[in-house]
């Protein structure tokens, strides 16, 4: 896009001369480039090498046991895997519907005036640290959520994750963790699906309602199709960040490490939470194993990062063409 | 451009001529008109009679359950709401009343939580600030001399703020510089090494903190042990945080430099380095100041990371790498974590002044932010390249 690519493809003699500051002021920049590819490698060598040891203990049985007992040394990470993945797929459950509405109702039926201050307030919200979120979630929503807990799980037993343990606690379980972490990825879904759905050219929009359509009818046929791509990848950013969310879920689960069918009863894992929960002052050995589940998780969230990047380029070469 | 189409449930007002039921918009507003007395009556009459049906049976039965009264009230209105739709206008504008209606329910479903959120933490740190009154301990002192005993006015967060300005302050200029040249290799060189870059730091910015601070562990801190931790190791792993959030916001600033200007610079045979260092990024300079803002937020707030690394310590330390030091979300999560009511309450108040020390930031990066790239200022700019640089 820039000048110095338009003259690449001349014959050598009408090609400008670098000079040698050029070259200098190239590389620069290239190893400033270079060095977030740097830190990204620099993450997967150094949680493999420190992982070494759990690896060489158990292998895969690392991740995939579902025994966490620091005396008999066995340390398997199952159920906070898979906790994690719940938390995120509640969380997204509960965000995605909303933050579509929310961005539709931005960008197609609030007053004009009122649009810019409620995209700076979801801006504002999506910056807000999740250590906020995870003391507002622990102190206040864990007073009132075991309520809904307690609803849900008497009237829709039907759904086997809704089924409680009878006599059990419903606070500070994976559901209750899902909604906090759903309220916090709210922010970050609506602002990217905002922005996606801003983008759709207002001729079409226009179009469609001159043709006699409805606004839903617009919506449908207009605005939907072309930022789906778009929108998928704010969902996919916001499991990402969800997956890996630490502080707002280690405050609000009462980890128990457990794989655990009961969503609305206490206890349940997170892989992130793990690690700032247990991770000070244990031995060497479960040093590594955490490390080893962070290797998982990191993996896991840079895969759901770059699948989200991919979809986005597709809609980028769809739009452009 | 008037586009003035009717309400979906109303007739098309056309030539200017408004017909009854159609409330007069603005002159040049290309939307249908939001609000008209038959919607409003529709939709509180719906409501009103959706909240008798279900109270009816809520009584006599004597059940009290808030949450299945709101459930079945939400459902019997949408219910009559849409059947009173269908029956006046027809199958179509039933679908797009409904679709409004569960749109603007989203909407506030999406307030509730985060206007209950902002008001608690503002009502609970603001509590703490009062009963420190007069004077500041949340701002003059420590926590070295705390206790179990301790009233909540006897620790503060003077420690954690030193360390907390001291970790992010340098972990930003690293951050920023590197990001900013990251950045502009992306938009002004590109190929396919800064495709990779580009999609690496958009992962990057979905990398679980915690990860950011086990990563400085695990080369930085555990190579050291018993002494690793310190102030310096939390700069490192913020950042890690930090990096790829000035990246992505740089590049997308710098995307908006207008390429003329760059032709212009190259024309009047400046080299490529003077083009970037006095042209783009100086066109771009403002908006780099809110990238960086932006990333200096992020990193405030990330206690993840700092658990890892600068691992906290009760007394006032000034020095970065003489061993542990305090940093505000970690001491909020610290306190928070351990025993005793007074504990909870002065961390109240911690969030209080995070709050405040991010909302700042924020405010201020949109501030700045709102400008377009000085694009007129460009004209300054190359005329100062026609100048031999004086450095």
Redesign the interface.
């Known amino acids: 896009m820039t000048a110095p690519a338009a003259t690449d493809g001349l014959p050598a003699e009408f090609r400008p001369q670098r000079s040698r500051a050029d070259i200098i002021f190239r590389g620069v920049l290239m190893a400033c480039a270079g060095s977030v590819l740097a830190i990204i490698l620099g993450i997967l060598f150094f949680l493999s090498l420190r992982s070494r040891l759990a690896w060489d203990h158990r292998g895969f049985g690392t991740l995939t046991g579902t025994l966490w007992s620091p005396s008999q040394r066995v340390y398997g990470l199952r159920g906070d895997l898979i906790g994690s993945v719940v938390i995120a797929v509640v969380a997204l459950l509960l965000a995605a519907p909303i933050a579509i509405a929310v961005s539709l109702a931005i960008n197609e039926y609030l007053p004009l005036r009122l649009r810019p201050p409620m995209v700076a307030l979801v801006d504002l919200l999506a910056a807000v640290p999740s250590l906020i979120y995870g003391l507002w979630g622990l102190y206040f929503l864990n007073g009132h959520l075991f309520l809904l807990s307690k609803w849900l799980g008497h009237h829709g037993a039907a759904f086997p994750l809704f089924r409680l343990v009878s006599g059990a606690p419903t606070q500070q379980s994976e559901f209750d963790a899902g909604v906090v972490v759903a309220v916090m990825i709210l922010p970050l879904m609506t602002s990217i699906s905002r922005e996606i759905m801003s983008q759709v050219p207002r001729e079409d929009c226009e179009a469609a309602l001159a043709l006699g359509g409805t606004r839903w009818g617009m919506i449908v046929d207009v605005v939907l199709p072309f930022s789906r791509n778009g929108v998928i990848s704010g969902a996919l950013l916001a499991f990402g960040r969800a997956l890996g969310e630490t502080i707002a879920v280690a405050f609000v689960l009462g980890q128990t490490s457990v794989v655990t069918s009961h969503i609305l009863n206490q206890g349940g894992g997170s892989m992130s939470a793990a690690i700032a929960n247990y991770f000070a002052g244990s031995s060497k050995l479960e040093q590594s194993s955490l490390t080893l589940g962070a290797l998982a998780l990191f993996v896991g969230t840079l895969s759901v990062g770059v699948l989200a990047r991919l979809t986005v380029a597709r809609t980028a070469r769809k739009a452009a063409r | 451009?008037t586009?003035l189409?009717g309400p979906?449930d109303g007739p098309l007002s056309t030539g200017g001529t408004v017909l009854p039921g159609v409330a007069p918009g603005p002159e040049d507003?290309?939307?249908?008109v939001?609000f008209d007395r038959q919607r409003v009556i529709e939709l509180s009459a719906s409501g009103v009679s959706a909240a008798a049906l279900v109270w009816t049976p809520f009584h006599l039965l004597g059940l009290n359950?808030?949450?299945?009264f709101f459930v079945c009230w939400f459902t019997a209105y949408a219910t009559i709401y849409g059947i009173v739709v269908r029956q006046r206008y027809g199958p179509?504008?039933f679908?797009?009343a409904l679709?409004?209606f569960?749109?603007?329910?989203?909407?506030l479903?999406?307030l509730l939580?985060?206007i209950?959120?902002t008001t608690?933490?503002i009502g609970?740190g603001f509590a703490t600030f009062k009963a420190g009154l007069p004077g500041f301990p949340l701002l003059t002192k420590d926590f070295a001399h705390f206790s179990t005993t301790s009233k909540i006015t006897d620790g503060g967060f003077k420690a954690a703020l030193i360390g907390s300005m001291e970790q992010v302050g340098v972990a930003t200029i690293p951050a920023v510089?590197?990001?900013v040249?990251?950045a502009?290799?992306?938009?002004?060189?590109?190929g396919r090494?800064?495709g990779?870059?580009r999609?690496?730091?958009?992962?990057?910015?979905?990398?679980?903190?915690?990860?950011?601070g086990?990563?400085v562990y695990?080369?930085w801190v555990?190579p050291r042990a018993p002494h690793g931790f310190s102030g310096l190791a939390a700069s490192m792993a913020l950042f890690?945080v930090m990096?790829?959030v000035v990246?992505r916001t740089a590049e997308e600033v710098l995307r908006l430099v207008a390429?003329s200007l760059?032709?212009a610079a190259?024309a009047l045979g400046a080299?490529?380095?003077r083009m970037?260092l006095q042209v783009v990024i100086p066109t771009a300079r403002t908006g780099l100041v809110t990238a960086a803002l932006?990333g200096v937020?992020?990193a405030?707030?990330?206690?993840?990371p700092v658990?890892?690394t600068a691992f906290g310590s009760p007394r006032t330390q000034w020095n970065l790498a003489a061993g542990p030091q305090d940093d505000l979300?970690f001491r909020?999560?610290t306190l928070?974590r351990s025993p005793g009511a007074q504990n909870?309450q002065i961390?109240?108040g911690g969030?209080l002044l995070?709050?405040v020390v991010?909302?700042t930031l924020?405010t201020l990066a949109?501030v700045l932010g709102t400008g377009r790239p000085g694009v007129r200022r460009g004209g300054a700019l190359l005329a100062r390249l026609r100048r031999p640089t004086k450095a």
């Open positions: 451009m586009i189409a979906p507003h290309p939307r249908r939001a359950a808030p949450f299945g179509i504008e679908k797009d679709a409004t569960m749109i603007t329910a989203g909407l479903v999406a939580p985060l209950l959120l608690y933490v609970k510089v590197i990001g040249l990251a502009t290799y992306i938009n002004e060189i590109g090494f800064a990779a870059v999609m690496t730091a958009d992962a990057m910015t979905g990398l679980p903190s915690i990860i950011a086990l990563f695990s080369f555990l890690v990096l790829p990246v390429g760059r032709e190259l080299p490529e380095w970037v932006l937020a992020r405030f707030g990330e206690t993840a658990i890892l979300p909020i999560y928070v909870v961390a109240w969030a995070l709050m991010i909302l924020f949109r």
